[in-house]
């Protein structure tokens, strides 16, 4: 049964990140959330509209350091928008104290302890809550998975673009799985808010580049959503590139299915799979994604084809980073925690 009783009260945790302020963006409008807390480390006592002016008058709360006990005595949901490593102590320490949590860090996303500490070079901060976290990527759980849940992984932003691009095929074991290739580009928010060389102007104007090839921290999250739809193990060839733009992710993927398509059947198979899922669209046939057509909302833009010449599939999708792709999706899966129509606040 959906949650009909008071306005249900939010802390954001590390609320000056673009993650954060994408939060603080959404929930101001949500119908029925209530923002009880926002911290920042780094500028606690000051106003949210002093580190962002455009939010004069739409969310004057005073920033505040993270305290365990003034978020459990103050609200009943945490967004952490922590650093890996950082997020999961604070988790199970509000989780102990019954503090439901979506966490937009990795620390909950894999479930391989193992994979975790290959990949982000950190022992496991905590282990023991593995078990108990949902991996919110709503258009691919059953119905009803996350009504009363304590703890939600919500997906990295590349995994989520190339999940939903690839999910119909897995699911209909349509594609040879030793072929899949995923070429993604992303803006420059994905990098997050640190000063760094590489997201300066003059590094990052009329630019473009791969980085962390056969490297990216996405990966192992890539391959365990994908290994789970198609019932096995697999392994991708994923390249990141840096665009010169500040949000979106556009992620084009080549795959070798097991027989000949034609757009119109795969882009029925695409329309039925996603039927009631308010957030993917299927473009019409000969027509794919672009940025602007996703960014600033939540949606996941696809388009795809059949290459009857090289006897590939080429799906393109395409989101927004810092919405769909992070914030957006941790609303969305808020919503489902509580069994209301899952785009409130996302329209």
Known sequence: ?????????????????????????????????????????????????????EFRTLADYRLEKLDVAAVADRADVAFLCLPHGKSAATADALLTIGVQVIDLSADFRLKS?????????????????????????????????????????NPGCYPTSIALGLAPLLAEKAIALDSIICDSKSGTSGAGRSASVTQLFAEVNNNFYAYKIAS??????????????????????????LLPVSRGILSTLYVRPHSAWTPETLRDLYTRFYAGKPFVRVLPIGHFPTLQSVVMTNFCDIGLTYDSRTGAIVVVSAIDNLTKGASGQAIQNLNLMFGWDETLGLR
């Open 216 to 241: 990216h921290r996405h990966t192992p999250e890539i391959e365990q959503t994908l290994s789970a739809l198609a019932g096995t193990p697999l392994r991708v060839q994923f390249t990141p590139h």
């Open 1 to 53: 049964m959906p949650y009909n009783g008071p306005m249900v009260t939010v802390a954001i945790l590390g609320a000056t990140g673009y993650t954060g302020k994408e939060l603080v963006r959404l929930l101001v409008r949500h119908p029925k959330i209530s923002l009880a807390l926002l911290t920042s480390e780094q500028y606690a006592g000051m106003a949210f509209p002093e580190v962002y002016p």
């Open 113 to 153: 302890v193992r994979d975790y500490e290959t990949w982000y070079d950190l022992p496991h901060p905590c282990p023991h809550r593995l078990p108990d976290a949902v991996y919110g990527l709503p258009e691919l759980l059953p119905p009803g998975s996350l009504v009363g849940k304590s703890l939600v992984a």
